[in-house]
T-cell receptor, first 108, second 115 residues
């Protein structure tokens, strides 16, 4: 079983839509959680860290449920520029474990 | 530049050839990671350095893969006798000493194609 599991998508949504991605992780001892964004043929870049109490950054909201080992990302009012692959990332000691990514296509 | 720098950006190798991939981390970053990313997949962990010490190499797929960071800064990933299945993007990342919510910063990667 992979350390981090994500729905690969793609999610095809119109501009202005709200879209949610989910991710589960297998190791209950995992310490830190992140969402990274990766554009085609580019490197992953940090979108936001995920805190136990949930956190928001503009149109993006991240939630963590440690009991269920579940992480989510909500994007409100989608923009064309949000089209990318979103990687769920979990850190366990000295390793960052990546999900396979969820592809988002925002259409005009 | 202030980011993680990798070279070369692209490498085409004939099967059986040895290759060396270089990573220049962000200055002052203690931790350095190598990842392998196949098309359509997330990055897979290869190895981790803390300064010059290679603390974890559990992700290296075979003994043809070797990484070093002799002075605790620049790192080299070497692949001997390349095979077609080694074709992937090799990503290097660095971070400050690992603590709560310490993020990793990635370089642009080296795209290796073995023909």
């Amino acid at each position: 079983r992979k350390e981090v599991e994500q729905d690969p998508g793609p999610f095809n949504v119109p501009e202005g839509a709200t879209v949610a991605f989910n991710c589960t992780y297998s190791n209950s001892a995992s310490q830190s959680f992140f969402w990274y964004r990766q554009d085609c043929r580019k490197e992953p870049k940090l979108l936001m860290s995920v805190y136990s109490s949930g956190n928001e950054d503009g149109r993006f909201t991240a939630q963590l449920n440690r009991a269920s080992q579940y992480i989510s990302l909500l994007i409100r009012d989608s923009k064309l520029s949000d089209s990318a692959t979103y990687l769920c990332v979990v850190r366990n000691f000295n390793k960052f474990y990546f999900g396979s990514g969820t592809k988002l296509n925002v259409k005009p | 530049g202030a980011g993680v720098s990798q070279s070369p950006r692209y490498k085409v190798a004939k099967r059986g050839q040895d290759v060396a991939l270089r990573c220049d981390p962000i200055s002052g970053h203690v931790s350095l990671f190598w990842y392998q990313q196949a098309l359509g997949q997330g990055p897979e962990f290869l190895t981790y350095f803390q300064n010059e010490a290679q603390l974890d190499k559990s992700g290296l797929p075979s003994d043809r893969f070797f990484a070093e960071r002799p002075e605790g800064s620049v790192s080299t990933l070497k692949i001997q006798r390349t095979q077609q299945e080694d074709s992937a993007v090799y990503l290097c990342a660095s971070s400050l000493a690992l603590g709560a919510n310490t993020e990793a910063f990635f370089g642009q990667g080296t795209r290796l194609t073995v023909v």
